[in-house]
């Protein structure tokens, strides 16, 4: 899985993955509600943007390297026709940094059009690929998204499009979820195991499809519910309604519990809860399983800041919840650090801290996550120059141990800190006075679900697919497609 490290904006800590989204309407372009929607996925990807529409007619494409508000002109906007369409933001875990593997990818073949966007990674897609070009399928990207395209515009010759899908599905292996576009008909499909988020939104006009409900409200929509994992959603061509497909059944899911945690918006509503919500029980969990009474707790802007709120509720009276640092929100996520002095002074640039909330104070500093421990350590010895006589650092997450293969731009297990250090090498590498990770037990309890319900294979080494040279925590075996 390529992993971004050679690009000039590689981010020193975990990063998003991609987002997608699926409109159709009633009697309005596409074009904007699709726009404001990859706005409101933006946190998701800031590699590249795209929409693809059709008029019922012909498609129309246009993606860009950058940010959403640069990849768009009111120009572009208005030359993609159609009340249909999907949008993707990414940020490349598989594939190269470059236009060639920017999404939606587009397709022309005999029967017709197809353009696709994909949040996730597949594990055999190299397996793939090779079959293909060994049928005469010529590829233009490295990236697994045009796979899955090649293998579904083959199956489509067909005709019958659930049919089509079911067997892509049967192929394909790994995380996905994809928001898909044949000619004029928009769907949403979720991989078998739900590993990666999609919604299904009503709008006043027509139905959406996103990777977050976030996305939803964005466009005054009521979300109407979590595509199901290993379903098919298929909106009419005119946003009336939506056809549901359960095309395979499997016994576990394999939610990504960094979701929750990390990666998606805290207003977002995901497999039924809100994350913001969740977020803040994780905090109190922190507090009951490794409480320490400080003078105040305070967040990692802005990833802790849910965590820490959670913490200080639990922690009750006597606990002040403080912000302590201020970030700059002009040193963006594609800040560069060619250089590790480069690297350390990029902390001071994004944090300045508040000098009458730590000065003589004991502090508990409260953050999603350690991925590498350079940013932790700069954290402490931060608030210890600004005056903390003692610093506690609290973790809202078990600890990273393993890559990521799903679909995040996580690190090698040579770059994770705690993929070789024990918990108390870990605090004597970041300068703290103490060190605490969240249980995976907590995690479960507050996502009421059991541990084999979600994919831990970054804190635990052992996956929920089969990976070669990893261990699988369950049995892989080829899921139940549903009529086999």
Request: net charge negative; glycine share 10%; proline share 4%.
């Amino acid at each position: 899985m390529a992993d971004g490290r050679d690009s000039p904006q590689f981010q020193y800590g975990l990063t998003e993955k991609c987002g997608v989204v699926g409109i159709s309407l009633a009697d309005r372009p596409a074009a904007r509600p699709l726009y404001y929607s990859l706005y409101a996925l933006q946190h998701r990807g800031q590699e590249s943007a795209g929409i693809v529409t059709h008029d019922g007619f012909q498609q129309y494409s246009h993606v860009e390297m950058g940010l959403v508000g640069d990849a768009f002109t009111l120009n572009d906007l208005d030359s993609l026709h159609g009340q249909v369409g999907i949008g993707h933001v990414r940020y490349p875990t598989a594939g190269s940094v470059d236009s060639s593997c920017a999404q939606p990818f587009s397709v022309s073949f005999k029967s017709g059009s197809l353009g696709l966007a994909h949040n996730g990674n597949l594990v055999n897609a190299d397996e793939i690929r090779a079959e293909l070009e060994a049928h005469g399928h010529a590829f233009t990207s490295d990236g697994d998204t045009e796979v899955i395209a090649h293998d579904l515009a083959r199956n489509l010759l067909d005709g019958d499009l659930v049919r089509a899908v079911k067997k892509t599905m049967n192929r394909i292996h790994g995380s996905y979820a994809l928001t898909i576009m044949h000619d004029d008909t928009v769907m949403g499909v979720r991989d078998p195991q739900g590993n990666r988020p999609l919604v299904l939104g009503k709008l006043d006009d027509g139905y959406v499809l996103a990777s977050e409900s976030a996305a939803i409200d964005t466009l005054d929509g009521e979300l109407v519910r979590d595509v199901k994992p290993g379903e098919l959603i298929v909106l009419a061509e005119d946003g009336s309604d939506f056809d549901s497909y359960q095309l395979v059944e499997n016994d576990n899911t394999a939610h990504c519990f960094f979701e929750y945690v990390y990666f998606a918006r805290p207003d977002s509503i995901i497999d039924g809860k809100l994350v913001y919500e969740v977020r803040r029980e994780l905090g109190r969990k922190l507090w009951e399983e490794s409480g320490i009474d400080t003078d105040v707790v305070m967040p990692v802007p802005d990833s802790g800041r849910a965590f820490a709120s959670g913490y200080a509720d639990a922690a009750g009276d006597g606990v002040e919840f403080a912000e302590g640092l201020m970030k700059n929100r002009y040193v963006g996520r594609t800040f560069i650090m060619p250089t590790q002095d480069e690297r350390e002074r990029a902390v001071r640039l994004k944090l300045n801290p508040i000098k009458s909330t730590i000065e003589g104070k004991t502090v508990t500093i409260i953050d999603d996550s350690i991925v590498r421990g350079t940013t932790s350590n700069q954290l402490v010895q931060l608030l210890k120059d600004a005056g903390a006589e003692e610093v506690h650092m609290r973790i809202g997450a078990p600890a990273i141990i393993a890559p990521c293969y799903m679909g995040i731009n996580m690190a090698t297990r040579d770059e994770l800190i705690a993929s070789d250090k024990s918990v108390g090498d870990i605090r004597d590498v970041i300068n703290a006075d103490s060190l605490s990770y969240l249980s995976i037990d907590a995690i479960a309890d507050v996502l009421e679900t059991e541990r084999l319900d979600l994919c831990l294979g970054c804190v635990t080494g052992e996956y929920p697919y089969d990976i070669n040279g990893e261990e699988t925590d369950r049995d892989v075996s080829r899921p139940v497609f549903a009529d086999d």
